[in-house]
T-cell receptor, first 112, second 115 residues
Framework: QKEVEQNSGPLSVPEGAIASLNCTYS??????FFWYRQYSGKSPELIMS????GDKEDGRFTAQLNKASQYVSLLIRDSQPSDSATYLC????????????FGSGTRLLVRP | EAGVAQSPRYKIIEKRQSVAFWCNPI?????LYWYQQILGQGPKLLIQ????????DSQLPKDRFSAERLKGVDSTLKIQPAKLEDSAVYLC?????????????FGEGSRLTVL
């Protein structure tokens, strides 16, 4: 079973700080990497995608990918209390019919 | 644009009973997914349809779970008989195609409690 691993947290940061969320994956054939945000009692929503090594920035969010280390991360700058949620890392590959495999998520708490 | 519709939102049953969940994806989305999310865990794919064909059902417990997507539109997931460990949120999602974009649109989910 191909796996995606995340620290369950909670990761607690003060408002305005940078939150750093990490994810490792076992399938070297993984091609596409995603971060979903899930508020308590709600369904997941896509916030970032990254396909090649390096950084990808979108507003306060930066996704980082290192395929050699099988590692993907999400940085949230100027964290806000509204960012408090569970962040799910997900990966897929063409070889697995683009089946999206999720990690168990990291719970982020942003303290006002 | 209407989102992914699911029903019922909540269901409580006793073990060994049966239950069915319904999902209507976003109009025009060819790919439909059923995920099971147990409290504190990430979503686990149960079955993936491309139009009305099954792409992946490797993690579907076929002795008790079944799913169909007639006419390539809406879908039903059935559990019979239910076990205590089936208590979870059943998430339906859809995407335009099964590609590497990974953008799935999720419904609100159906929360199942098995007593």
């Amino acid at each position: 079973q191909k796996e995606v691993e995340q620290n369950s947290g909670p990761l607690s940061v003060p408002e305005g700080a940078i939150a750093s969320l990490n994810c490792t994956y076992s399938d070297r054939g993984s091609q596409s990497f995603f971060w979903y945000r899930q508020y308590s009692g709600k369904s997941p929503e896509l916030i970032m995608s990254i396909y090649s090594n390096g950084d990808k920035e979108d507003g306060r969010f930066t996704a980082q990918l290192n395929k050699a280390s099988q590692y993907v991360s999400l940085l949230i700058r100027d964290s806000q209390p509204s960012d408090s949620a569970t962040y799910l890392c997900a990966v897929n590959s063409r070889d697995s019919s683009y089946k999206l495999i999720f990690g168990s998520g990291t719970r982020l708490l942003v303290r006002p | 644009e209407a989102g992914v519709a699911q029903s019922p939102r909540y269901k409580i049953i006793e073990k060994r009973q049966s239950v069915a969940f319904w999902c209507n994806p976003i109009s025009g989305h060819a790919t439909l997914y059923w995920y099971q999310q147990i409290l504190g865990q990430g979503p686990k794919l149960l079955i993936q349809f491309q139009n009305n064909g099954v792409v992946d059902d490797s993690q579907l417990p076929k002795d008790r779970f079944s799913a169909e997507r007639l006419k390539g539109v809406d879908s039903t997931l059935k559990i019979q008989p239910a076990k205590l460990e089936d208590s979870a949120v059943y998430l339906c999602a859809s995407s335009l195609w099964a590609t590497n974009t990974g953008e799935l649109f999720f419904g609100e989910g159906s929360r199942l409690t098995v007593l």
